[in-house]
């Protein structure tokens, strides 16, 4: 067992059981294959651990979102998935960076990118498409196989007029 793992706290229990039943401490490292250093700590911190054995919580920076904020956010995008990072991250009082980072860290499957709108277009660039429409209304099929078709748009005709 390397040294950064941690025992399951089924295999702690195991372990204490074991030493209150009276085996000794190399009989329950061999039967539960554990290092003989690792059952001695076990069996120290069985009152600190408590009744279920758990893992207890290390020290550090504490989380600045917690999981009913996230789940609070996660329910807003799924609501209004239009919604501006920006604004779903100022309802939760925390900068935009640490917002996106704590959605990934709880929930890795969801990525919040809203939809873009596409700009509106210019009279002259409804003329235009209408224009090039019209002139092509009678093309054979042939030629139009000779042009590219792709469902990439690019088009940034007008950018930033508002439609009247």
């Not at 904020?69 to 960076?97: D, F, G, M, W, Y």
Request: contains cysteine.
């Amino acid at each position: 067992m390397g040294r950064s793992q941690e025992l399951h706290p089924a295999k702690r229990q195991d372990i204490i059981t074991k030493r209150e039943c009276g085996l000794s401490w190399k009989q329950i490292s061999e039967m539960t294959g554990v290092p003989l250093s690792t059952c001695h700590a076990t069996y120290r911190a069985r009152l600190i651990r408590g009744e279920n054995q758990e893992t207890l919580t290390r020290p550090g920076r504490p989380p600045k979102l917690s999981q009913d904020q996230v789940e609070r956010a996660r329910r807003l995008i799924r609501r209004s998935p239009k919604t501006p990072l920006q604004a779903i991250a100022t309802n939760l009082q925390v900068h935009p960076e640490t917002f996106t980072r704590s959605l990934r860290k709880f929930d890795p499957d969801i990525i919040h990118k809203p939809c873009r709108t596409r700009p509106y277009l210019t009279d002259a660039a409804v003329q235009k498409r209408l224009e090039y429409a019209e002139d092509h209304l009678d093309d054979r099929f042939e030629q139009c196989e000779e042009v590219w078709w792709t469902d990439e748009c690019a088009i940034r005709i007008g950018e930033g007029a508002e439609p009247e």
